[in-house]
């Protein structure tokens, strides 16, 4: 059964994560804090901690104990990115650990029978971040108030707590124990508990509800609601509810780290959680680090600034293509630049807009031998070797060789290069009559002008699609970008006024039998290859289009049985046929994958791994390896 094999599998992880069972004998007060326990500002840390603590047993991954103090500067390219402090700090109900196993860790434990009940047990005398208790009344409220409160959410509770449309049964055993039930499995609920941005199926319900029309009266939140110039309480209640981004001061936190900055500025600052939950073998409280200082800066300028020395971790805004130059600067600014992988199906990919309006190209893109043809186009190897010193991984956009799911021909499937090939598939659709220039012809007569979008035409991708454009010209095809703002661009495409666009492949390049493929079939009005699709699924037929091509079709049962099932096996079986249809149908162009990612650590930032997976999902980039264990080395 699947609830016994993920019990046994959720607790052996969490013990190889590091998760020690017992506390330390006795705790060690943070320096940083120690005078507002001596004014009585602050309880001692052993009654802001929780009784039994997540204890991270740092020796088990390698690591060396830290020391308290410094402050660790950032760089970010937008105001927006406080967020970043959520997906770095990295505090889950359950989370990934460095070998992408989902264990506990604000939690204490958790149950899963059958794939469908869910118990969760939370630490007896957590506190949020303002020393309230942390307790199932927080569930409650999110549950009750929020998810299910119709001027707070209009569209109902998450598609996440969905399941073919049913909610769940949702209880309150005890002040720190939640149950979630449902009829049929609901294999997305941990995993989305754990992702980079979760689903947060709690809320400081002691905070929020000043702002809630079931709790404050409502002239009281008129009046409040007017004073913020917002137009009702609900939109007021929304400004305040922000866990995700971050920017909410007032809003008591769980993270590491708590923002002390109202927006708008060009400079945040975050200061250690007085009552986070963690603490070393040792008694440390963590994190380590005091404070956190996010300088805002244009994203052109961060790899200079990184360069310069103003950041002691970097990753964020700069790429391979500033390896050289951040390697040039390294001795002078006292930092190393380490290359880590990505877990990206492609570092880059071209989606065929299956979706698009043009009645000329649109029957062109639907077929797959126009799609294979032009892979088998693309000149992988140059690319690499040019662009990526032969670094990178060849192959088209599918899951990586560290994937449990990872067969060959599904990277190599029509990934050669071979033009002769590509040519042959080109003129068995028809597409034989040429311009005096060598261009094909569409059956209009019009060239065969093939405009690539893209929502940032950066040096990178330049430099890349000027190599794909001269291998397709000598197939026939002609290849042109345009590049537009990030709205526009989802915009267009989401309309169907894209014909190809250009984005980073599948997000799950580590995908394993337990991680839902909702990437390979039509599932969100987000994905490039087929908007109009995914908006159908995504809205349950309620607008969008339903998809028509059985291949696509086939794709959108093979998830829903996923879904369905809660078999280990029959999920496995799933994956791979999908796979397998991606291989075929070449949905995508993977132009290159493996890239590595410069990582730039100040010599002083210790723990911060030499080698390491930076990607959105599963790592929330630094946030699987814990940065509340980050210390600085004194001198």
Excluded: C
């Excluded at 998450?158 to 049913?166: M, N, P, R, Y």
């Excluded at 009266?217 to 009702?232: D, G, I, K, Y």
């Amino acid at each position: 059964m699947l609830s016994r094999t993920f019990v046994v599998a959720l607790l052996a992880a969490a013990l190889a994560a590091g998760f020690a069972r017992g506390a330390p004998a006795q705790y060690k007060e943070p320096l940083f804090l120690a005078h507002s326990v001596a004014m009585g500002d602050l309880p001692p840390v052993e009654k802001r901690l929780p009784a039994n603590p997540a204890v991270a047993d740092l020796a088990a991954r390698g690591l060396s104990p830290g020391k308290y103090g410094g402050t660790l500067r950032l760089l970010m390219g937008r105001a927006r990115d406080t967020r970043m402090m959520v997906i770095y700090g990295y505090a889950r109900l359950v989370a990934y650990n460095p070998e992408f196993e989902i264990v506990p860790d604000i939690l204490e434990r958790a149950e899963v029978k059958d794939g469908r009940i869910f118990t969760l047990y939370l630490r007896q005398g957590h506190k949020w971040s303002d020393g309230r208790p942390f307790t199932s009344e927080d569930f409650r409220y999110y549950w009750e108030d929020v998810a299910n409160n119709r001027e707070l959410s209009p569209g109902g509770p998450h598609k996440v707590l969905l399941v073919d449309g049913e909610s769940p049964r949702f209880e309150v055993v005890d002040e720190t124990t939640v149950r979630y039930s449902w009829s049929k499995p609901n294999p997305q609920f941990l995993p989305k508990l754990a992702a980079a941005s979760p689903l947060f199926i709690y809320r400081p319900a002691h905070y929020l509800k000043r702002f809630h029309n079931r709790y404050t009266a409502p002239e009281r939140l008129a009046m409040l609601a007017e004073r913020m110039r917002f137009h009702n309480w609900a939109a007021l209640h929304d400004k305040k509810d922000n866990l995700y981004r971050f920017d909410n001061p007032d809003l008591p936190t769980l993270q590491p780290w708590m923002n002390l900055t109202r927006g708008p500025s060009q400079r945040f600052v975050f200061t250690r959680n007085p009552y986070y939950y963690r603490v070393d073998t040792e008694g440390r409280q963590l994190p380590y680090i005091d404070r956190v200082h996010m300088v805002i800066a244009s994203g052109r300028l961060i790899p200079a600034k990184t360069a310069a020395g103003d950041s002691d971790l970097q990753a964020r805004n700069i790429h391979f293509t500033d390896y050289t130059f951040l390697k040039a600067n390294a001795k002078r600014s006292g930092y190393t630049v380490r290359l880590w992988r990505s877990t990206k199906g492609a570092h880059l990919a071209l989606y065929f807009n299956l979706n698009a309006n043009d009645p000329v190209w649109a029957p062109i893109l639907r077929d797959a031998r126009f799609r294979q043809a032009l892979s088998l186009a693309v000149d992988r190897e140059e690319i690499n070797q040019v662009m990526y010193y032969g670094l990178a991984i060849v192959g088209n956009n599918s899951v990586l060789p560290q994937s449990p799911l990872y067969k060959p021909e599904y990277r190599d499937s029509w990934a050669e290069y071979d033009l002769k090939r590509a040519n042959a598939r080109l003129d068995e659709m028809g597409l034989t009559k040429k311009g005096s220039d060598g261009i094909r012809l569409l059956p209009n007569g019009q060239p065969m002008n093939l405009i690539v979008e893209t929502a940032s035409l950066s040096s990178e991708q330049a430099d890349l699609l000027e190599l794909v454009r001269d291998t397709w010209r000598k197939v026939g095809i002609k290849l042109f970008t345009k590049p537009s703002q990030r709205e526009v661009f989802r915009n267009r495409v989401m309309s169907g006024e894209t014909l190809v666009s250009i984005w980073s492949g599948l997000d799950y390049g580590l995908a394993n039998p337990l991680t839902d493929p909702a990437e390979l079939a039509p599932s969100n009005q987000y994905q490039l290859q087929w908007p109009k699709w995914g908006r159908y699924y995504e809205t349950g037929g309620k607008a969008g289009t339903e998809p028509d091509l059985p291949a696509a079709k086939e794709l959108v049962e093979l998830h829903r049985a996923w879904l369905g099932t809660a078999s280990a096996k029959r999920r496995e079986e799933i994956w791979r046929r999908m796979l397998e249809i991606h291989a075929r149908e070449v949905f995508t162009i993977g132009l290159i994958g493996g890239v590595p990612q410069p990582v730039v650590v100040d010599n002083k930032l210790k723990n911060v791994p030499e080698k390491g997976i930076y990607s959105w999902s599963p790592t929330a980039y630094f946030g699987v390896y814990k940065p509340d264990s980050f210390w600085f080395e004194a001198g």
